[in-house]
């Protein structure tokens, strides 16, 4: 179930689906994806599917992670401060955290907080930064940031989110309600204006407001 072997298989799937990006392959590679599952579904971590984490909420499918890092680190000039938003188990936390100098995650269910910060401590990923709010609201006072990526599909894109951009800076973003696509928004420079990209389709948790205990 974790041998390297195993490993390597997930790594050539999201290859024939058309991942390049050999950082994000390596990582993807060498995360150990069970630890962030309960134990009742670690024999599934591999398979390239989605995975129920508690609360609602799910362990997005390893194409769907790859695929958000490199669209990520492509676009961005430079990517030293990356917000997420939506930490859930942890494991797109720690793909991110492997591949930039500062993660910043904000997550609003603090027992799903509270087992990701266990999971990070515990495959030794010492730069994140964790944080229970509302994730629609960013975390202004950590920004601004390089890149910002949503692992939950709000409905229309968060104006705070934009107004966190640094200056180029990058967004990767679910939007959407029934029917979802996947956004790549960057800030032209200082500016307010934003330049939008549609990627594909894809289905995410909803953006929710408020915090969970």
């Given amino acids: 179930m974790t041998s390297q072997r195993t490993r390597q298989r997930l790594v050539e799937r999201l290859m024939d689906q058309g991942v390049t990006n050999h950082q994000v392959l390596d990582v993807m590679g060498d995360t150990p994806r069970h630890i962030f599952l309960d134990e009742a579904l670690s024999h599934r971590a591999y398979e390239d599917t989605s995975l129920p ?12 992670v790859a695929r958000m890092t490199e669209v990520l680190i492509g676009a961005a000039g430079k990517l030293e401060r990356v917000l997420e938003v939506g930490t ?19 997550e ?11 999971r990070l401590r515990k495959i030794g990923l010492r730069n994140v930064e964790l944080k229970h709010a509302d994730g629609g609201f960013g975390w202004p006072e950590r920004g601004p940031f390089d890149g910002i990526l949503s692992t939950a599909a709000p409905r229309e894109v968060p104006p705070e989110l934009l107004q966190q951009l640094a200056p180029d800076g990058v967004l990767v973003i679910p939007v959407g309600g029934v029917t979802q696509e996947l956004r790549l ?27 969970t205990r």
């Fill in 88 to 106: 859930g188990s942890g494991y797109q936390t720690s793909v991110l955290a492997q591949l930039v100098p500062q993660v910043y995650s904000v």
């Fill in 53 to 64: 984490i508690g609360y609602g909420q799910t362990l997005s499918q390893p194409y769907i």
């Fill in 185 to 211: 928004i960057i800030r032209d420079g200082d500016s307010d204006n934003f330049v939008t990209q549609v990627l594909e389709p894809v289905k995410f948790v909803p953006l929710l407001s408020g915090v």
């Fill in 108 to 118: 609003r269910i603090k027992p799903l907080q509270d087992k990701a910060r266990e």
